[in-house]
């Protein structure tokens, strides 16, 4: 595949890439670099959301969060697939595995990637044509306390901040979940 100036510069249109992940200000952000890079950006927070919007304005790109509420990214894929055949469609996640990648790949991925990833992350995965499922991952994956600590924020801001509703969810005791909401969030 070209690399962008090439694809910026064979196009009366720029490229048009699909953002869909729940975090709006991880889109945002990431959205906005995309603009500054020459792509017309339009960003989703689920995979309904993302359908509509792919069949109203075909992407020739798509990046996809892995785990969104509602469908995931594993099964928006071959959805958006269906809807747009050609396009180039990356899973980004912060929850990496061998197994996710592979199965990303399967599905029709042209690539996967780990958070935290940049746009220029983003533009060389889309752009690269031979992914490598085993080279995907990381050589150190977060660890099991981050991946908590993401786990038991992403839950608490399901629940609107209810710690009560929180903990039930978790299957914790309320006191325990107050506990580990007090700790600094573990680096790595």
């Given at each position: 595949m070209a690399d962008l100036d090439e694809l910026l510069e064979g196009n009366d249109s720029p490229p048009h890439i699909l953002l869909v992940d729940d975090d709006e200000t991880f889109s945002h952000v990431l959205g906005r670099a995309l603009s500054r890079?020459?792509?017309?950006?339009?960003?989703?927070?689920?995979?309904?959301?993302?359908?509509?919007?792919?069949?109203?304005?075909?992407?020739?790109?798509?990046?996809?969060?892995l785990k969104m509420p509602?469908?995931?990214?594993?099964?928006?894929?071959?959805?958006?697939?269906?809807?747009?055949?050609?396009?180039?469609?990356?899973?980004?996640?912060?929850?990496?595995?061998?197994?996710?990648?592979?199965?990303?790949?399967?599905?029709?991925?042209?690539?996967?990637?780990?958070?935290?990833?940049?746009?220029?992350?983003?533009?060389?995965?889309l752009l690269c044509d031979d992914a490598d499922p085993d080279a995907l991952v990381p050589d150190n994956p977060i660890s099991v306390d981050?991946?908590?600590?993401?786990?038991?924020?992403?839950?608490?801001a399901e629940h609107e901040g209810n710690i009560s509703a929180t903990a039930r969810a978790l299957g914790m005791h309320r006191r325990t979940l107050q506990r580990k909401l007090q700790k600094r969030p573990v680096r790595r």
């Amino acid at each position: 595949m070209a690399d962008l100036d090439e694809l910026l510069e064979g196009n009366d249109s720029p490229p048009h890439i699909l953002l869909v992940d729940d975090d709006e200000t991880f889109s945002h952000v990431l959205g906005r670099a995309l603009s500054r890079r020459g792509l017309r950006v339009t960003t989703a927070a689920d995979a309904e959301q993302a359908l509509a919007k792919a069949r109203a304005d075909a992407p020739d790109f798509a990046v996809l969060d892995l785990k969104m509420p509602g469908d995931s990214g594993l099964v928006l894929l071959p959805q958006l697939l269906e809807v747009v055949p050609d396009v180039r469609v990356v899973i980004l996640t912060g929850y990496s595995s061998i197994t996710t990648a592979v199965e990303a790949i399967k599905r029709g991925a042209c690539n996967y990637l780990c958070k935290p990833a940049d746009a220029d992350d983003v533009l060389t995965a889309l752009l690269c044509d031979d992914a490598d499922p085993d080279a995907l991952v990381p050589d150190n994956p977060i660890s099991v306390d981050r991946l908590q600590w993401e786990h038991i924020q992403r839950v608490l801001a399901e629940h609107e901040g209810n710690i009560s509703a929180t903990a039930r969810a978790l299957g914790m005791h309320r006191r325990t979940l107050q506990r580990k909401l007090q700790k600094r969030p573990v680096r790595r």
